[in-house]
């Protein structure tokens, strides 16, 4: 079983606040990462997709980074607002195997 | 608009009793997937489907079983549920490219199902 580990497990912050966290992954065989967020009672909304090294990507406030020779990826979002308030997952897929690897999550709750 | 559904939403039963929870998609997605959800865990996945008559099992599978008469529905049975089996449960859904659904193809999920098994 590959381990996905997401840090911190929780954060608290106030509005406004720019905030950042990790998602850490096995470095060799990537094939692709996946972020997810997960307001409570609803189902994870896909935020990105990422395949190269290097690869950043960008939807509003929120963006991600790639490092696959070092096998993370780090979310920011920028001037948080109590409406980010969620948990934000992370999906690895390795190449050699037909799954998704999830991370735990990170729970984001943005203070007004 | 396309959606996926679940239900029922919440749902308690009895140790031993057989349980199928419903999982139905309008995306028209060949692949559709199953994931239990606990504390302290990820996501980890039950079982799998590429298509209709195709099912594969996942990290998770024993006691549960699916079967794929169309596109639409994976439903979930647990064959004689447990107190382990409670959790909740989400369905998911992706076209069918790449590498069956677990590459660079993003998954859709279900509202989720709350089990609870007394």
Redesign the interface.
Known sequence: ?LN?EQSPQSLHVQEGDSTNFTCSFPSSNF??L?W?RWETA?????LF?M?LNGDEKKKGRISATLNTKEGYSYLYIKGSQPEDSATY?C?F?DYNF????????TKLNVKP | DAEITQSPRHKITETGRQVTLACHQTWNHNNMFWYRQDLGHGLRLIHYSYGVHDTNKGEVSDGYSVSRSNTEDLPLTLESAASSQTSVYFCASSRASGRGGFGTDTQYFGPGTRLTVL
């Open positions: 079983i996905v094939y692709a996946h997810y609803k189902s994870p909304e896909a997709v395949t997952l999906a897929n037909n799954k998704f690897y999830f991370g735990s999550g």
